[in-house]
């Protein structure tokens, strides 16, 4: 596992919004797979913000509950992750954390080339459960996508850990992505598939 | 300690060698073990999935018939052993579409989302999908209700009735998994008996909560939004019924993975690819193992068994070719 950082061309920055309050069990949970991985590699930072108190970041970075993990280079590229980064989704984290770290990623040429062209703010939500193995890769397209591209957010969510949310959109099959609030699909396609569903979600 | 193992799968994808000796499509347990017998004979070996390491064995909970694994194991982990091993002695896995295969010439070519890739051998490992049923409200409820994965969709049923179609084994054990979280589930059969393993067979008939509609064919998934109900027709007496559920999870079988392949090499009449013993196909240079090939049990343990014998036919094949 260290050896998978080491490579790192960039320092990765978390910020891992905290309550003692809301979620608690699912909170240090959390805290402490972040707390181990910082303490692993010295290429990953870890910053932990108070939910229930540091009102200005929480408003900043837009975050709707705790658990909540930012990650991020010097700046936010919009991947958030909500929920425990357990199961499958640990791999979900990694995923993130090393897209950041590398600096690069892997998609398709046409996927890159056409996603650049999207200029309108996008929201992407994908719901996912620890135990699905094709949710890592919904939740990976979304993140590459919003790394490539500052209006694009990418933001994944434990459905189980968030019924509420799961509710209001509907979650019953996971991966479930939405774009936008108003466009929807269940399954975990490929980069192309995946994109053009986004583009009828902003059009 | 935690347990930070984690699937390498999502990012490990940068290739930049495009000549190998072998390459294997799919990396569920067959194209995994092929890997490991390809690498271990010192052919240069590149194993390209679709979708996810491990196959469909990944999406199982609970595997109790593979050896060696008395207390059974999870699919998952199961599958990111493999893995690990196969990489071990130097396959390379990547996840990519692959958009086109050319499998007539002496140098096989696969086209994917992460360029060309070349081979002597193919060893074709796809597997299989799990079949839908095609009947009215499947389509506009996947998602709404109707899941073909348990381990993934179980925790939205939670204290609910459902209904598992299909009493093989594969609904059989997923059943025992959803009553985990399930209020109840009835079973629907479209034969006159439940053709599970049989100390499945044993299990299931001791829960309480269970129903069974033997030699029922389903007709509809009903509902506004989401699954309110399912009607099935009882294929003695043609008798119909609506059964209120709130789920529907389907397990009847499947479809092998062989759009990609069209007619080369040639596949039997439902799809599945055709092979000697020695696991070869009608084309040269190309064999197919596991799920995806016409045979008479779809298993881990018969799935592992094909990976390894394929990659010694592909060993024997690049001797014979080289020599
Ligand atoms: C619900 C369920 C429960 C089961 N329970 C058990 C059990 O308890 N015990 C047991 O022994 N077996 C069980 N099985 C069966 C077992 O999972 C399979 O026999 C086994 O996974 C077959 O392995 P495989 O590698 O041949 O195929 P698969 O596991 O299907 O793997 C094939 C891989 O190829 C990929 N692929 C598809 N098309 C392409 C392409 N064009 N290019 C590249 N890659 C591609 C797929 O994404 C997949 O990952 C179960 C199956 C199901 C569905």
Redesign the interface.
Known sequence: MKDHFSNFENTVNILYFNSAKKNPNFCLSTKSILYELNSISPKINLKIVDFDKDKNTVHKYNIMMPPATVIQSNTDIGLRYYGIPSGYEFSTLINSITIVGRGRIDIPREVREKSTLVKKKVEILVFVTPSCPYCPRAAAIAHKLAYINEHIEGTVIEANEFPELSREFNVMAVPKTVINKRHSFEGAFSEERFFEELIKGIS | M?D????????N??VEEKDYDVIILGAGPTGLTAGIYTGRALLKTLIIEE??I?GEA??T?KIENYPGFPDSISG?ELTERMKKQAEKFGAKVV?S?TKEVDLTRKIKRVKT??GEFHSKVIIIATGSSPKSLNVSGEKKF??????Y?S??????FKDKTIAVIGAGSSGIQEGLFLLEYVKSIKFVEFLPKMTAEKILQERIKKRENVEFFLNHRLLSINGK??VESITVENRGTGEKKDIPVS?VFIYVGLKPNTELFKDTPKLDKYGFVITDEYLKTSQDGIFAAGDVRKKILRQVATAVGDGASAAFSAQTYIEKLES
């Open positions: 935690l930070l193992k984690f699937h390498s799968e999502t990012y994808n940068n979708r996810m491990g990944a999406s909970v998952m996840i579409h989302d992460n996947k998602g709404r209700g109707v899941s994965c381990t993934c969709d179980a925790p939205f939004q989401t789920g």
